[in-house]
Nanobody, 112 residues
């Protein structure tokens, strides 16, 4: 059984930073495409960033220059670091492996 668990996030002031972590059991991130999605209240889930097994990364336009996705194969973990956070970044952030397996999400709230 594959499980993904997100952590990090919380309440962040505008302009601040956060680092989200995604760990897994039952699959191996070194062989998976792993991505972060987010969903704000009343909005559709949207892609934030993805990383291929080979380490190639991609980002949504709204986070380009403000986010870095990375992975640690030894720890079987994927991270999303976001800087210069804006109130519109407030959302539930999900980790997914192969767009098949999903975590429960971690809340990021950007507010003063």
């Amino acid at each position: 059984q594959v499980q993904l668990v997100e952590s990090g996030g919380g309440l962040v002031q505008p302009g601040g930073s956060t680092r989200l972590s995604c760990t897994t059991s039952g699959t191996t991130f070194s062989r998976d495409f792993v991505a972060w999605y987010r969903q704000a209240p009343g909005k559709q889930r949207e892609l934030v960033a993805g990383i291929t097994p080979g380490g190639a990364t991609s980002y949504a336009e709204f986070v380009k220059g403000r986010a870095t996705i990375s992975k640690d194969n030894a720890e079987n973990a994927v991270y999303l670091e976001m800087n210069n956070l804006k109130p519109e970044d407030t959302a539930l952030y999900y980790c997914t492996a192969r767009l098949v397996y999903w975590g429960q999400g971690t809340q990021v709230t950007v507010s003063s």
